[in-house]
């Protein structure tokens, strides 16, 4: 194995330029996939399994294990980001739709895996249930590194369809952690030792709910009027230093909590970045009401806002090191060479395209949605035709995809007797398909209808405050930093 090769007394040149080798085409992989199928994701992938262990393993273990280390960071850096940009009016406007997207988006993959794999491919009902499991999650990181980077042209997160997607993946990832965490105890309840199924089941759940709800709560009423009295104000004088402690405070404690907790830390990024969203004032009058990242540096009396300093100081080095290294490792994990058998293949593709149904189905509740909020004065009525391709969107993105799949088929298969080999191999093509096939879509839509997404009915929805910064934006820049000394 080269890996071996590698071990011999002085590895230390053939080591480097192993590394370079590996991060030159890592860089070149996401380029080409970015360009050729608007999907960045990926050529990192593929280079990870090229180099990792399914493959040619030419990587030390101890290499593969430190990169899924730093791609973890750069994973829980995604969802940060994502929380710190995502509209908070818009995910309280649409929460119960997102419920019914991510209950869709749950239910179906693991009913339509029973059709298929328990009376179809003779699997066991529990077998079953492991690997449906596994395809009815929606990998937030994922979620949030495909429609940051599926277009230049438009903020998928600021849309309307972009809101009920991060919603209902945040739901769908809290969910996936309750079914790891009761797949990982299967096997000891299954020998015969004592375990609180309930307790089980219902710590996680019960965490997340109460982290998501005590969270809001808090901040509305204890630290944003703390914040606003007492601190905003003297931020203005450190601009980027301040930003920085205040949000590595606030995200260690979040993650924090959520591991004592027993939910995800990756929930607990994400809630760490809505909170420091609502922190500031805003009013006009607020240090952190700026139209520009220059606007804040450059004023006495302004500060730049936390999106503006992660854009700073994080956003590269997530984007360009940690966030290819994170697909890298799901490669790592991928048995390449065992899949390539006549039934692994067969059952896997099939497999493969009755998942990709049972997401994209959750996108009817796009046009549906019009239909049942739609008042009945209403003088426009929203047509068809302006909400498929929101729909496709949201079904294409919430296919499953990358690591918590792989996580909860890889427990199933490790740590319970009930999932078979040829279970394990289904389950994994099935994985690896859509992790390709969905962000590809996802890009293929983006590039060809991005614009009438943008502008339709789904697509970016104003707030007054959003209003005024792009007015400002729009402004000769002279002007602009005119009317904002004038409202400061």
Not at 127 to 146: K, P, R, Y
Not at 167 to 187: K, R, Y
Not at 199 to 227: D, E, H, N, Q
Not at 297 to 318: G, I, L, M, R, W
Request: glycine share 10%; proline share 4%.
């Amino acid at each position: 194995m080269a890996g071996s090769f590698l071990a011999y007394e002085e590895p230390s040149i053939v080591l480097i330029l192993v590394l370079i080798s590996f991060f030159f085409f890592l860089s070149l992989a996401e380029w080409l996939s970015s360009i050729v199928v608007r999907a960045g994701i990926i050529g990192p992938i593929i280079v990870g399994i090229i180099y990792g262990m399914p493959l040619a393993d030419i990587l030390l273990d101890i290499w593969q294990e430190t990169f899924l280390a730093i791609g973890y960071i750069g994973l829980i850096l995604i969802i940060f980001e994502g929380g710190l940009t995502s509209r908070m009016d818009l995910l309280k406007q649409n929460f119960f739709l997102s419920m019914l997207a991510a209950t869709t988006g749950v239910l179906f993959p693991i009913g339509l895996s029973y059709l298929l794999l328990y009376l179809g491919f003779g699997y066991g009902a529990v077998e079953t249930f492991i690997i449906g499991a596994a395809l009815s999650t929606t990998s937030l990181g994922t979620t949030f590194a495909v429609i940051g980077g599926a277009s230049k042209d438009i903020d998928l997160s600021q849309t309307r369809v972009g809101t009920v997607l991060v919603s209902a993946a945040v739901i769908d990832d809290v969910s996936g952690l309750v079914m790891s965490s009761v797949i990982h105890d299967l096997g000891s309840i299954s020998g015969g030792a004592d375990v609180n199924l309930g307790w089980l089941i219902g710590r996680p759940i019960l965490a997340s709910l109460l982290m998501a709800v005590l969270t809001p709560l808090i901040c509305k009423y204890v630290f944003a009027p703390l914040f606003r009295c007492y601190i905003e104000h003297h931020f203005a004088r450190f601009d980027h230093l301040s930003n920085v402690v205040l949000m590595v405070l606030v995200l260690c404690a979040f993650i924090s909590i959520a591991a004592f907790a027993g939910t995800s830390v990756l929930f607990g990024a994400f809630l760490a970045g809505s909170f420091l969203t609502y922190l500031p004032s805003k009013h006009p009058e607020g240090p952190f009401v700026v139209y520009s990242r220059e606007h804040g540096e450059q004023n006495d009396e302004k500060s730049p806002t936390f999106v503006h300093t992660f854009e700073k100081y994080f956003s590269d080095v997530q984007k360009y090191l940690m966030e290819p290294l994170f697909f890298a490792s799901i490669g790592f994990a991928i048995p390449f060479v065992d899949l390539w058998t006549g039934s692994a293949i067969w059952h896997g593709i099939v497999y493969t395209l009755l998942m990709l149904v049972a997401k994209v189905v959750v996108g009817i509740w796009v046009p549906l949605w019009d239909v049942i909020t739609k008042p009945k004065a209403a003088a426009q009525k929203p047509s068809l035709s302006q909400a498929v391709p929101s729909a496709a969107l949201l079904g294409f993105a919430m296919v499953a995809r990358g690591e918590i799949g792989l996580l909860i088929v890889e427990i199933g298969y490790n740590s319970t007797p009930y999932v078979s080999e040829a279970g394990f191999y289904t389950a994994v093509w099935a994985i690896l398909l859509n992790t390709i096939i969905g962000p590809m879509v996802v890009g293929l839509l983006i590039k060809f209808r991005g614009k009438a997404i943008g502008n339709g009915h789904w697509g970016i929805q104003s707030t007054e405050g959003h209003e005024r910064s792009e007015k400002l934006r729009r402004e000769p820049r002279s002007q602009a930093l005119e009317d904002g000394l004038a409202v400061s």
